[in-house]
């Protein structure tokens, strides 16, 4: 069964920033998620691997970047500006082809990870 890793996350003060990383490969479109205690989870970004076209939820537009490394079979979230608000498990995910290059968040995604937690302190 294929599992996607997660790695980088920590505790942060706000303001702060952390590179979080998924070992895949081999999907065309990519993504992450986030799910905060008692709330539901929620998209953050995604990427098209293969024209590279990225979407951002309006929650985090303009602090945060999507980004593989083909090379290292790795995707990426880059996240600044951090706010206490940003505190969640974050899950890379991964979307099989299903006869569309269509790739956005807000899809069904059907390989997940087992999640990286983020802690933001004001």
């Known amino acids: 069964q294929v599992q996607l890793v997660e790695s980088g996350g920590g505790s942060v003060q706000a303001g702060g920033s952390l590179r979080l990383s998924c070992a895949v490969s081999g999907y065309y479109c990519m993504g992450w998620f986030r799910q905060a205690p008692g709330k539901e989870r929620e998209g953050v970004a995604s990427?098209?691997?293969?024209?590279?076209?990225?979407d951002y939820a309006d929650s985090v537009k303009g602090r945060v970047t999507i980004s593989q490394d083909n090379a290292k079979n790795t995707l990426y979230l880059q996240l600044n500006s951090l706010k206490p608000e940003d505190t969640a498990m974050y899950y890379c995910?991964?979307?099989?082809?299903?006869?569309?290059?269509?790739?956005?968040?807000?899809?069904?995604?059907?390989?997940w990870g087992q999640g990286t937690q983020v802690t933001v302190s004001s």
């Open positions: 990427i098209q691997t293969i024209s590279g076209s990225s």
């Open positions: 995910a991964a979307k099989t082809f299903r006869g569309s290059l269509r790739c956005h968040w807000g899809d069904e995604f059907d390989i």
